[in-house]
């Protein structure tokens, strides 16, 4: 689990977060930050969490304070991210879809499609979390750019996707070895070894606009 999130959030300037919905009848949710490169510390609360049927989640991005000295998810706060991400929901009226055939589900249609081969594709529990991962973290408006422009050539291959989730630099997947509120298991159903070379994939993606 430190491999996969340390793997997608990557070492730069900032602090990540793992966060969880309220538990026990706790007000906010609980989050535990950090700028540890080796991610040491998230191993524990990650553990707890994770045990819990309400979801736990950790930030694609880093963050900086605001101006009080205090971490907070938020666009505003982000400082760079170097994946991108697609939250695809289950259900069969939400399966991807191909003009000339319809694809048994949407893990395969990612596949087969022509954007570029994702690096993990993630049961969130009722769909798909899919990741690319380059190699090199971007300013959040070059980000944001980019993750716009993937999104909407997603789209047109027929992709269903949470559209809230594409482009927002404050977005939070949820972390593999967790669980779904519905007690399903979140986990790595597909992963390719090797980071995706970041000039390549936006030339790539401004080539298929």
């Not at 510390?41 to 694609?60: C, D, H, I, V, W």
């Not at 991210?81 to 259900?91: E, R």
């Not at 789209?155 to 977005?171: M, P, Q, R, T, W």
């Not at 390719?192 to 080539?207: M, T, V």
Request: aromatic residues 10%; negative net charge; contains cysteine.
């Amino acid at each position: 689990m430190l491999k996969f999130i340390e793997r997608v959030v990557g070492v730069s300037d900032g602090a990540m977060v793992i966060t969880s919905p309220p538990h026990h009848g706790a007000k906010g949710w609980l989050e535990v930050w950090s700028d540890d490169s080796g991610f040491l510390n998230m191993l524990e609360p990650t553990a707890r969490f994770g045990k819990q049927e309400l979801g736990t989640y950790f930030s694609l991005g880093r963050f900086g304070t605001d101006d009080s000295g205090k971490h907070r998810r938020r666009q505003s706060q982000c400082k760079s991210l170097k994946s991108f991400w697609f939250d695809i929901d289950a259900g069969a009226d939400k399966f991807a879809r191909h003009p000339d055939h319809a694809y048994e589900s949407q893990e395969e249609a990612v596949v087969a499609s022509t954007i570029p081969k994702p690096t993990y594709i993630v049961s969130s529990g009722e769909g798909l979390h899919v990741l690319w991962v380059t190699d090199t973290h971007m300013p959040v408006a070059e980000w944001k750019e980019a993750a716009n422009k993937f999104g909407a050539v997603a789209k047109d291959f027929g992709l269903k996707l949470d559209e809230g989730c594409i482009s927002n630099a404050a977005g939070a997947p949820r972390v593999p070895g967790s669980l779904h509120k519905s007690g399903r298991p979140v986990e790595i159903l597909r992963e390719d070894p090797a980071d995706i070379n970041a000039a390549e994939f936006l030339e790539k993606i401004d080539f298929i606009i």
